[in-house]
């Protein structure tokens, strides 16, 4: 088993900057990598970015590239979303997810994810 959890969500203004954090705890060796995704009110949860733990080698949507810039460190067993430009539209419960299968490459499917956090939310006012 492997515990996620996400802190620092909160209300910012478009065009500002928040920084998520995710602590991993328990079987974290089984982890091949991290992802996040979020989730909008009456919206499907959906795939935000991903960073192997080994290589660092990070992946995001369209949406968000060039914005959000995932990390990690591995000695904490921890793992960032930087996010901004914040735009309204991101607006969303925010989640970290651990893939312990191998999600590869299929790893924008929230399924494909074994572990999850309890979610931090994020507003973006306009």
């Known amino acids: 088993q492997v515990q996620l959890v996400e802190s620092g969500g909160g209300l910012v203004q478009a065009g500002g900057s928040l920084r998520l954090a995710c602590v991993a705890s328990?079987?974290?060796?089984?982890?091949?990598?991290m992802g996040w995704f979020r989730q909008a009110p009456g919206k499907e949860r959906e795939f935000v970015a991903r960073i192997t733990w080994s290589g660092g080698t990070t992946y995001y949507a369209d949406s968000v590239k060039g914005r959000f810039i995932a990390s990690r460190d591995n000695a904490k067993n921890m793992v960032y979303l930087q996010m901004n430009s914040l735009k309204p539209e991101d607006t969303a419960v925010y989640y970290c997810?651990?893939?312990?299968?191998?999600?590869?490459?299929?790893?924008?499917?929230?399924?494909?994810?074994?572990?999850w956090g309890q979610g931090t939310q994020v507003t973006v006012s306009s």
């Open positions: 997810a651990a893939d312990a299968r191998g999600a590869w490459p299929l790893f924008r499917l929230a399924q494909k994810y074994d572990y």
């Open positions: 328990g079987r974290t060796l089984n982890v091949h990598a």
